[in-house]
């Protein structure tokens, strides 16, 4: 069992920035490949970034490419996701989940573990 709790989310004009946090307890959070994804309104959740147990390995969807870099401390247990250049389009709210899977896996069906979600909202 993994518990994941997500921080940072908030309001931010277009062009800014945030960072956002999540936080692991449980099992052995260096065990736990780590993404983020995101669900706007009306839409399917949606990949955004993945980065593996040692942090060689990332994945970006192409929407967040250049703008956003997931990064992880596998000491604090914590995996976070730099956003820059934010536009309206990222308003979301953005989950954190973990999957023991060893490749960098892109949809929600291949995580077992997730957050409850942080807000992001970009205004234009």
């Known amino acids: 069992q993994v518990q994941l709790v997500e921080s940072g989310g908030g309001l931010v004009q277009a062009g800014g920035s945030l960072r956002l946090s999540c936080a692991a307890a449980g099992r052995t959070f260096s065990s736990y490949t780590m993404g983020w994804f995101r669900q706007a309104p009306g839409k399917a959740r949606e990949f955004v970034a993945t980065?593996?147990?040692?942090?060689?390995?990332?994945l970006y969807a192409d929407s967040v490419k250049g703008r956003f870099t997931i990064s992880r401390d596998n000491a604090k247990n914590k995996v976070s996701l730099q956003m820059n250049s934010l536009k309206p389009e990222d308003t979301a709210v953005y989950y954190c989940a973990s999957t023991l899977l060893r490749s960098a896996p892109t949809t929600a069906n291949e995580y077992n573990y997730w957050g409850q979600g942080t807000q992001v909202t970009v205004s234009s």
């Open positions: 980065i593996t147990w040692s942090g060689e390995s990332t």
